[in-house]
């Protein structure tokens, strides 16, 4: 071994524990492969209709020279010669590196568990068995132990999920998306894998995860990538993993809801336990599997009494159905989302500080459109593109390409874009069908509609309450400052909100995401 071949399996062990998506695993590339790094246009992984179909060059040099020293020192083993514990330790990474590579991530997702052919998934765990066995056998480690080959094939595979969701549903190339991106990663392995996949790969599911952030900036798909990504047990005598993945995912829109289906939907319900209760009702909380997660979006709606009992399922992963009294066991993830400023709904007594402080132990932020193109102006173009080939496959780089010229003419170069990626896909599909896009805006429609009528007195008291009422929360988005503004409580502002201006008044059909 010389000073070149130490130093490079010294950095690849710690490459092998970093984060694909953070800055610290470009500065081990450069470390581990000296000259023959290679600079890169788009060093971040992102997907860009540019990057998203081929290997980063320098991953692949790394690979091609990890193989020839992984086969270096395997010789020297059957040889009989042993390491010492560093050198060992050294080694297991080079190994695990390469099988990685060899095995998991040249494969398709279900090709390891999914839709392939059972023989097919067979074969991916045989080759990577045995070759793990040569791998190993007289090392250190316990080289014919089937259940530690079973569980890095396990951790190797939630690697490769967790990438390809991230990398499938984060979209963009500025810096705060690839902060997202790396925090995103951190949620799901933590800032060590290492010892997450020595001791945490089993609880830290206990830990909930809260996404914060402005309404269409994607925190439904930052959710799903984390649910999609849970570590999954594989059974090596089955040949097999024990639960399929592309269940993992249970989503739930509180704001859709009352209190009352919440809290059936969430716990479930024993039969007769309420008017209409005509069966019992499994909830989603008992329906999660154990690998999977729940999405708790618009946690910021969540009545007073149901947030105590969603506290008791964070501290004591317990829960009772309505109408019962013996606790079952919660085996999930909790994962939930807001577009409200969670402080000054403690501050105002509508969210409990306990459930809050329990909530943001995992904290995730999803940045708006305007703050990405602040960092990245040119980022606009790939997004369009990307929206462009999900909405019309066929047509992209001619919609695509009309739809950047239209926004280029008719929009001025600040515009903040308020629905963030949601209006930008709306604008483009408006592209698509009327070949122009007309924002929509808060004082637009109130000079349009409701100010017009307000003028010319046609609106009764109440009906002015409730359009006031609803301008205001669209511009500020907190029943608080609404409140504030119009000197009344915020459970008066909250049952004056007319919905189906609301939704004229953000530009969208639906109700707020």
Wanted: proline share 4%.
């Amino acid at each position: 071994m010389n000073a070149a071949d130490t130093q490079f399996l010294e950095t690849l062990a710690k490459l092998n524990n970093s984060n694909p998506f953070s800055r610290e695993r470009l500065e081990l590339e450069r470390q581990a492969l000296g000259d023959a790094y290679r600079p890169d246009d788009d060093e971040l992984w992102s997907r860009t209709p540019h990057t998203r179909l081929k290997e980063r060059p320098n991953v692949a040099l790394l690979t091609e020279r990890a193989d020839e020293m992984a086969v270096r020192m395997r010789e020297k083993l059957q040889a009989g010669e042993t390491f010492d514990r560093q050198l060992q330790e050294q080694y297991d990474a080079l190994a695990t590196y390469v099988l990685y590579y060899r095995h998991v991530a040249v494969r398709k997702i279900d090709e390891i568990a999914g839709t392939a052919t059972q023989a097919k998934r067979h074969r991916v765990w045989r080759e990577f068995w045995s070759e793990y066995q040569l791998f190993f056998s007289g090392t250190a480690r316990v080289g014919h132990d089937r259940q530690a080959a079973a569980h890095l094939f396990a951790c190797l595979f939630q690697v490769r999920r967790a990438f390809k969701h991230i990398f499938d549903c984060i979209l963009g190339e500025s810096l705060p998306v690839a902060r997202l991106r790396e925090q995103v990663w951190q949620s799901i392995f933590t800032h060590d894998l290492q010892r997450y996949r020595r001791s945490l790969y089993h609880s830290l599911r206990e830990l909930p995860t809260l996404i914060t952030g402005p309404s269409g900036t994607g925190k439904e798909l930052v959710a799903r990538s984390i649910a999609m990504s849970q570590y999954l047990s594989f059974d090596p005598e089955q040949e097999r993993f024990v639960e399929d993945h592309s269940c993992a995912f249970t989503p739930l829109n509180l704001s859709a809801l009352s209190p009352t289906l919440i809290e059936s939907e969430l716990f479930g319900h024993r039969r007769g336990a309420f008017t209409g209760a005509d069966a019992d009702r499994v909830g989603w909380l008992e329906a999660c599997r154990p690998h999977g997660a729940v999405f708790l979006d618009e946690i910021g709606e969540l009545d007073m009494t149901i947030q105590v009992k969603l506290l008791r399922v964070l501290q004591q992963r317990t829960y009772c159905r309505i109408g019962e009294s013996n606790e079952r066991t919660f085996a999930g993830k909790i994962i939930a989302a807001t577009n409200r400023d969670l402080a000054a709904e403690m501050h105002s007594g509508q969210f409990r500080h306990d459930l809050f402080y329990r909530l943001c132990a995992d904290l995730i932020e999803t940045p708006s459109l305007a703050a990405q193109l602040a960092d990245r102006p040119a980022a606009l173009e790939g997004l369009v593109l990307l929206l462009a080939e999900r909405i019309a496959p066929g047509e992209a780089n001619t919609l695509a390409s009309e739809a950047l010229q239209w926004i280029a003419k008719n929009l001025p170069a600040d515009y903040a874009w308020p629905g963030n990626i949601r209006e930008l896909e709306q604008c483009v599909r408006n592209i698509l069908v009327r070949g122009e896009y007309r924002p929509h805006t808060p004082q637009q429609v109130s000079r349009v509609e409701w100010l017009a009528n307000a003028e010319s007195g046609k609106l009764s008291a109440e009906q002015m309450l409730r359009s006031y009422a609803t301008w205001l929360y669209a511009k500020h988005g907190t029943y608080e400052a609404v409140a504030k503004q119009m000197e009344i409580d915020r459970r008066t502002v909250k049952s004056k909100i007319d919905q189906a201006m609301l939704a004229k008044l953000q530009g969208s059909p639906s109700k707020r995401a």
